[in-house]
Each structure stands twice: as structure tokens, then as C-alpha cells.
């Protein structure tokens, strides 16, 4: 069976970060890995607290992992801090994992960062280089260019400013013409990624993408159609979302 690997932060709800990544590896008949970024106390309203885990831990996870099983697909997630960055970047050069994703989460779907300062800069600088997808939002890539993202050519210019820091693929997520939802992925190439514009507020859609995306790279998948596999697996998801709490949906993964 194959494998693919979760860095990222702990969600109570299991409706996001390594649980959500677990639950999409699942589906895809992947076996899913996780390291622990952070610890969170989230419901579906809102992330009410962050708490990194610390150096030795974050570092003695992925170590003893990488020692035993090289995953076929990994994903970084929610990674609060420089080092955190570092400490992933140094261990991807030293074992060279295949098929690196890279979510450059900034903020959760409520509006709470995510991230602490510079952190978005060094994942910029030391993990873009080493990854074969990456995955911002509109937001997440205006962030991390400076150029403000308005249309498809704001996409455009964006994706091809990322694709310089190093990825083989850059998918922007999160566009809409009219009823349809666009993301845009460029490998040198522009190419629409469709779907069909859902109403409604849920939770995890991102990390649920990059998950699809980390899982179908795992199964031998080409970053394109991994690319337009996630998208479709999102949308089924999400039209299938329940409510167990009192916000957001959860994803049916």
C-alpha cells in the first residue's frame, strides 16, 4: 500500500488539519502518516487557541518516521513558526522524500492566523523549492507575491511570481466566474481547474484539497490530474457536508 505523510496541526473537530488529511488519505486507499505540528482548540465556529509543539518534539517525530518509511507523498500543513519550517526543510533535504505539497495555511476559515511572523517568508524561501505542488488560496498568494489578485490575470501574474520560487506546479485556489469556482494550476502552463460554485460556509476545504492532492501523487498520479482529481473529490465531499455543530459544515470524507 502505498503511503503519504501529514505535517500539520491538530484539529478537535476532525473536520481539518492532520485528522481531515487522515480521513481524505483514507478514502483514496492511501495509508496516511501525520507528524504533530500544533495543538489546537477549535469547534466549528472558530480557533480559539495555538500551541505549537515544541523543537525537540516536532524534530524527534519526523526523524524517527523518515528512519523507518520513506512515504510516497507528504504534505506540510499548518507549520506555526520559522523553525518548524527549518527543521521540515533540513529534514526533506537530508532524506529527500518524494512528492512534497506545501499548504501555506495563513488563516483558518474563520479569519484566526495561523501562522506566527515570518513564518510565510520561510516557507516561501526554504520548502517552495523543494515541493511539486503548492497550494495557496487567493489570499494565501497575494500574501506571499504582494500582488493584489482581483481576476484571472491577478491569477495569472501571481502563480508565475510563485512558480519562480521553486515548484514544479502552483495551483491558486479559490477564483469564481459567475456559477463556476476556478483554480488555476501552472507548471509553465495555464491550465483551469473547474467546479461547480457551492453555497454555504465549510470547514477544511483547503486542507482537504492538498491532502486529495498529496494521496494522488501518492498513487502515481501526474501533479495535473492529481490536481483535477482534488478538485472533484472536494466538490462530492462538500455536497455531501453535515452539521454537527453550530457554524461550519464538515466535509464528508
Same mark, same amino acid.
Not at 90 to 103: C, I, K
Not at 174 to 191: M, N, S, V
Not at 236 to 250: D, E, F, N, V
Given at each position: 500500500?502505498?503511503?503519504?505523510?501529514?505535517?500539520?496541526?491538530?484539529?478537535?473537530?476532525?473536520?481539518?488539519?492532520?485528522?481531515?488529511?487522515?480521513?481524505?488519505?483514507r478514502? =483514496?486507499? +492511501?495509508?496516511?502518516?501525520?507528524?504533530? $505540528? !500544533?495543538? *489546537?482548540?477549535?469547534?466549528?465556529e %472558530?480557533?480559539?487557541?495555538?500551541?505549537?509543539?515544541?523543537?525537540e518534539?516536532?524534530?524527534?517525530?519526523?526523524?524517527?518516521l523518515?528512519?523507518?518509511?520513506?512515504?510516497?507523498a507528504?504534505?506540510a500543513?499548518?507549520?506555526?513558526?520559522?523553525?518548524?519550517?527549518?527543521?521540515?526543510?533540513?529534514?526533506?533535504?537530508?532524506s529527500?522524500?518524494?512528492? =512534497?505539497? +506545501?499548504?501555506?495555511?495563513?488563516v483558518? $476559515? !474563520?479569519? *484566526?492566523?495561523?501562522?506566527?511572523? %515570518?513564518?510565510?517568508?520561510?516557507?516561501?524561501?526554504?520548502?517552495f523549492?523543494l515541493?511539486?505542488?503548492?497550494?495557496?488560496?487567493?489570499?494565501?498568494?497575494?500574501?506571499?507575491?504582494?500582488?493584489?489578485?482581483?481576476?484571472?490575470?491577478?491569477?495569472?501574474?501571481?502563480?508565475?511570481a510563485?512558480?519562480?520560487?521553486g515548484?514544479?506546479?502552483?495551483?491558486?485556489?479559490g477564483?469564481?466566474?459567475?456559477?463556476?469556482?476556478?483554480?488555476?494550476?501552472?507548471?509553465?502552463?495555464?491550465?483551469?481547474?473547474?467546479?461547480?460554485?457551492?453555497?454555504?460556509?465549510y470547514?477544511?476545504t483547503?486542507?482537504?484539497?492538498?491532502?486529495?492532492?498529496?494521496?494522488?501523487?501518492?498513487?502515481?498520479?501526474?501533479?495535473?490530474?492529481?490536481?483535477?482529481?482534488?478538485?472533484?473529490?472536494?466538490?462530492?465531499?462538500?455536497?455531501?457536508?453535515?452539521?454537527?455543530?453550530?457554524?461550519?459544515?464538515l466535509?464528508?470524507l
Amino acid at each position: 500500500m502505498k503511503t503519504a505523510l501529514t505535517i500539520a496541526g491538530s484539529d478537535p473537530t476532525g473536520g481539518a488539519g492532520l485528522q481531515a488529511d487522515l480521513k481524505v488519505f483514507r478514502s =483514496l486507499g +492511501v495509508h496516511g502518516l501525520s507528524v504533530v $505540528s !500544533a495543538v *489546537t482548540a477549535q469547534n466549528t465556529e %472558530g480557533v480559539d487557541f495555538i500551541s505549537p509543539v515544541d523543537r525537540e518534539s516536532l524534530e524527534k517525530q519526523l526523524r524517527v518516521l523518515l528512519s523507518d518509511i520513506r512515504p510516497d507523498a507528504s504534505k506540510a500543513g499548518m507549520l506555526y513558526s520559522v523553525w518548524a519550517v527549518e527543521i521540515i526543510a533540513r529534514m526533506f533535504m537530508e532524506s529527500s522524500p518524494a512528492n =512534497l505539497v +506545501v499548504d501555506p495555511v495563513t488563516v483558518s $476559515s !474563520a479569519g *484566526t492566523s495561523l501562522v506566527g511572523e %515570518g513564518t510565510l517568508d520561510a516557507i516561501r524561501e526554504k520548502l517552495f523549492p523543494l515541493s511539486r505542488v503548492i497550494t495557496p488560496n487567493i489570499y494565501e498568494a497575494s500574501v506571499l507575491t504582494g500582488i493584489m489578485i482581483e481576476n484571472r490575470d491577478g491569477m495569472e501574474e501571481a502563480a508565475k511570481a510563485l512558480k519562480d520560487t521553486g515548484p514544479e506546479g502552483v495551483v491558486i485556489t479559490g477564483g469564481h466566474l459567475d456559477d463556476i469556482a476556478l483554480d488555476l494550476y501552472y507548471d509553465g502552463e495555464f491550465h483551469a481547474v473547474e467546479g461547480e460554485k457551492i453555497k454555504g460556509e465549510y470547514h477544511g476545504t483547503g486542507c482537504a484539497f492538498s491532502a486529495a492532492i498529496t494521496g494522488l501523487l501518492a498513487l502515481g498520479h501526474s501533479p495535473l490530474e492529481s490536481v483535477r482529481q482534488a478538485k472533484e473529490f472536494v466538490n462530492h465531499a462538500i455536497k455531501k457536508a453535515y452539521h454537527p455543530g453550530k457554524g461550519m459544515g464538515l466535509l464528508n470524507l
